[in-house]
């Protein structure tokens, strides 16, 4: 009757630092920090369990240092945790925590599966090698290997992205911001990812061009059915592009609920604090 | 029964800018029937809308139970149904028209009640923009606004796109929190007829309204709010 979650997190833990027995009863909301008294470790994320659904776009709010981008790095293997599982509902890989696949296993599933999005446009691009270049690059990896087939789906993405084609073998480094992000996403587009993480991907953009990136990420989830999980301290861009949310405070959730109840009914003291700093 | 609202209370605990509650409805209870339209009614402030809201899942309901006899999943208490339900259910079967405007910026008047349509149910392009036009033409919203943002739009029609994006797709169950309350009399009816026919065709419809001679029109029952139980507020 309900459909099984595509992606389904549990009890993530991130300590940075040697950790002890009590890092994460002293860290949290409850305790203003999230670094360990004891140990002086820092709790980048404890606890986290959620579930993604088909489709689905998933917010993750908070503010800067609650946590938000660790889960998207060990999500996308960048990282390792210190505790936690992560499962992702397809026929072969079913029921096994991804966390304890090999190396090799783990950049299958990356470059098979995944697709990333940074808020900084030099994290997910080369900046010295072509448009093209950085899309092929993604493509080689997911084992195409025919030349003509490359350039055309390089095209295609272009087009998607709204980048002039004639750009193709331009550098990034020579791109706009905006420009540089819609790059970013066509190259996280490129092997037809089942989920695609956003790292406060508008963050230090003009709003025009914040505008632009938002309706064509919408466009393109609509498009592809793609899920998402969106990462930002932005409640407008939660508001526009999510329905289910979560919100981070020191390392762990505090509040997760539909994204209209989150914000016109927010429960916890922190949530109703950050609903009512909108400007 | 469609839905049965069982000693519903919601409790709004506030931190910011200091501790309070404020108690926005109290045991709350109806039944309402297939295809019936239910009124409520209630001074304001009296949590007309807060139940509404509630049964949307906009809010959090603090205690009681709203059980809804659903297509997809038989009775769900959406009081405490997992999110995934109620989002399914938003896209099948329940609608939800606001007191205000709430919409995606920078998509068109037309587009935006087209895609209302087309987000829920299988149907082509071309017809969903034509369902769109043929009632954005109905509620009286001028052609030339089609392509326009509705966020420039008066209240009235503002409202007007709000109704037709929420009627279009033919929901089960429809909640409307002041559906006439920015529009004038030939409006209003306007939205009246749409609502008579869309009842017709077995939409049960909750509905709070303003206007209590209008609401007489369509409504088969009323319920009544007691705002004597509203303490408002204290610490």
Same mark, same amino acid.
């Given at each position: 009757?309900?459909? &099984? /979650?595509?992606?389904? @997190?549990?009890g993530l833990t991130k300590i940075f630092g040697r950790g002890c027995s009590q890092c994460k009863i002293y860290t949290g909301p409850d305790r203003e920090t999230n670094i *360990? /008294?004891? *140990? &002086?470790?820092? @709790? #980048? *994320?404890?606890?986290?369990?959620?579930?993604?659904?088909?489709g689905? +776009?998933?917010?993750?709010?908070?503010?800067?240092?609650?946590?938000?981008?660790?889960?998207?790095? %060990?999500?996308?293997?960048?990282?390792? $945790?210190?505790?936690?599982?992560?499962? +992702?509902?397809? /026929?072969?890989?079913?029921?096994?925590? %991804?966390?304890?696949?090999?190396?090799?296993?783990?950049? &299958?599933?990356?470059?098979?599966?995944i697709g990333m999005v940074y808020q900084y446009p030099y994290m997910g691009l080369r900046m010295n090698i072509s448009v093209g270049g950085n899309i092929a690059e993604r493509l080689l990896i997911s084992n195409y290997k025919n030349f003509s087939y490359i350039r055309k789906k390089a095209l295609d993405l272009l087009k998607k992205t709204e980048i002039p084609t004639e750009r193709i073998d331009d550098l990034p480094i020579n791109f706009s911001g905006g420009m540089q992000q819609r790059v970013q996403i066509a190259k996280a587009l490129a092997n037809a990812p089942l989920v695609l993480f956003l790292d406060e991907v508008t963050t230090g953009l003009d709003l025009s061009v914040q505008a632009k990136i938002l309706d064509l990420i919408k466009n393109i989830q609509a498009e592809y059915g793609l899920s998402i999980i969106?990462?930002?301290?932005?409640?407008? +861009?939660?508001? %526009? %592009?999510?329905?289910? #949310?979560? +919100?981070?405070?020191?390392?762990?959730?505090?509040? #997760?609920?539909? !994204?209209?109840?989150?914000?016109?009914? /927010?429960?916890? $003291?922190? !949530?109703?604090?950050?609903?009512?700093?909108?400007? | 029964m469609l839905l049965r609202v069982e000693a519903l209370s919601k409790v709004f605990k506030r931190y910011i800018p200091s501790s309070v509650e404020i108690s926005g409805c109290i045991d709350v209870s109806f039944d309402v029937e297939e295809g019936e339209f239910l009124g409520i009614l209630g001074p304001s402030g009296s949590g007309k809308s807060t139940i509404l809201k509630c049964i949307y899942r906009t809010y959090l309901p603090t205690s009681g139970n709203i059980l809804y006899n659903s297509k997809l999943y038989g009775i769900v208490n959406i009081a405490k149904a997992p999110e995934q339900v109620i989002l399914r259910l938003r896209l099948s079967e329940i609608s939800?028209?606001?007191q205000f405007l709430k919409v995606i910026p920078r998509v068109s008047t037309l587009n935006l009640v087209a895609n209302a349509l087309l987000s829920r149910r299988k149907v082509p392009e071309v017809e969903a923009i034509k369902k769109a036009k043929d009632i954005l033409e109905r509620l009286g919203v001028p052609s030339k606004l089609f392509d326009a943002f509705p966020s420039t739009f008066s209240g009235g029609e503002q409202q007007k796109v709000n109704i037709a994006m929420a009627v279009v797709w033919k929901p089960r169950l429809l909640l409307l929190d002041e559906p006439t309350a920015s529009l004038d009399m030939h409006s209003a009816n306007q939205v009246l007829d749409l609502l008579k026919e869309l009842k017709q065709q077995g939409t049960t419809m909750i509905g709070v309204f303003h206007d209590i001679e209008l609401m007489k029109l369509i409504a088969d029952r009323t319920y009544k709010v007691n705002g004597g139980y509203r303490d408002g507020f204290h610490n």
């Open positions: 009757m309900l459909q &099984k /979650p595509i992606l389904e @997190v549990k *360990c /008294p004891t *140990c &002086k470790s820092i @709790v #980048a *994320c404890s606890d986290i369990s959620f579930e993604l659904f088909r689905e +776009v998933l917010g993750i709010i908070g503010e800067s240092g609650s946590g938000k981008s660790t889960i998207l790095k %060990l999500l996308n293997f960048e990282i390792d $945790p210190t505790e936690g599982e992560m499962y +992702v509902n397809t /026929p072969d890989l079913e029921g096994k925590n %991804l966390f304890l696949l090999n190396s090799f296993q783990k950049r &299958k599933i990356r470059n098979s599966f969106v990462v930002s301290h932005d409640i407008g +861009v939660i508001r %526009l %592009l999510t329905t289910r #949310a979560i +919100v981070m405070k020191y390392g762990k959730i505090v509040e #997760a609920g539909l !994204t209209d109840q989150i914000l016109e009914d /927010p429960q916890h $003291p922190y !949530t109703q604090l950050l609903v009512s700093s909108q400007l | 939800y028209v606001s």
